[in-house]
């Protein structure tokens, strides 16, 4: 599998740009050239320079050391996001599938009464239930997108929970506990890690928008979907403002969904007997 992703020009660099940007928001103390909460209202507006290599914004505050500080929230808080939201689905999921019966039963319900709202009213229904906070929307965002990944789960690991080496896994005495994170677990982990590559690009695109419509991340803390919030009104005059994150949104978001359809190509099992 490894070979075969490696050997995918497109994944590789994929990669490469997923793990740069990664460190750059991780050392944003060390690259970033300002600090990014300096406001200078005399200096709104400034043109591309040495000092500010992406220009100012409406209040003189540096664009790209906010752009490299925005990284943090934009893209550690989706991976936050993507961890609970796989988290509860694969518990649920797992429980769901190989135990059957009642417990099948409440959990897919759950599973129906919580795919049955459109997903951005859920998110919003938290939010002003819960108040205007980070952690509420990562929660916003685990409660109406594991019940996706649980009903997947699920599926998976009913055409696996009578496989032969779980039957004999079970006939040998191993417990349920070791049958579910030993066998079926690693079962459907591929499939899983695909799904999850993809859908960490819509973790990243709810979030900016959730802060773009001042739900999410708060001024003046810098994230990439904030920025575009305080850019649209200057949009005209300062166009870099809204370009510099909007263009960042993009291309980060299409480098998950290139790297999640090389990881599928490399998991499919009809190329790799070929």
């Known amino acids: 599998m490894w070979k075969r992703l490696f050997k995918n020009k497109m994944a590789v660099i ?25 406001n200078n209202i005399l200096n709104k507006f400034a043109g591309f320079s040495f000092q500010y290599p992406l220009g100012t914004d409406q209040l003189g505050r540096c664009i790209l050391s906010r752009m490299i500080y925005g990284i943090r929230p934009t893209l550690f808080l989706s991976l936050i996001t993507m961890a609970g939201t796989i988290g509860l689905g694969c518990i649920m999921g797992l ?53 996706w990944y649980a009903r ?61 419509l001042g739900l999410g991340v708060q001024a003046p803390t810098p994230e990439w979907g904030a920025m575009l919030n305080e850019a649209k009104n200057v949009m005209t005059t300062n166009p870099v403002q809204m370009i510099a ?5 993009v ?15 490399a998991l499919d099992p009809k190329e790799v007997q070929e």
């Open 152 to 212: 997947m789960i699920r599926t998976n690991v009913m055409k696996y929970r009578d496989k032969n080496f779980v039957l004999f896994s079970r006939c040998i005495g191993s417990g349920e506990r070791f049958i579910m994170l030993r066998h079926l677990l690693p079962s459907v982990a591929a499939e899983m890690a695909v799904l999850a590559t993809l859908d960490i690009g819509w973790a990243i695109l709810n979030i900016s928008t959730l802060s773009f």
């Open 245 to 249: 994150p909007g263009l960042a949104i």
């Open 251 to 265: 291309i980060l978001v299409a480098a998950f969904n290139l790297l999640g359809d090389a990881l599928r190509d």
């Open 95 to 147: 429980l769901a599938g190989y135990f059957r019966g009642p417990v099948d039963e409440i959990i897919m319900r759950a599973v129906d009464v919580m795919m049955s709202f459109p997903s951005q009213i859920m998110v919003f229904a938290v939010v002003a239930l819960l108040g205007i906070d980070v952690r509420n929307v990562i929660l916003a965002n685990v409660l109406i997108k594991w019940a």
């Open 14 to 38: 994929m990669m490469s740009l997923i793990v740069v940007v990664a460190v750059l928001g991780i050392f944003a103390p060390l690259f970033a050239p300002n600090d990014p909460y300096e």
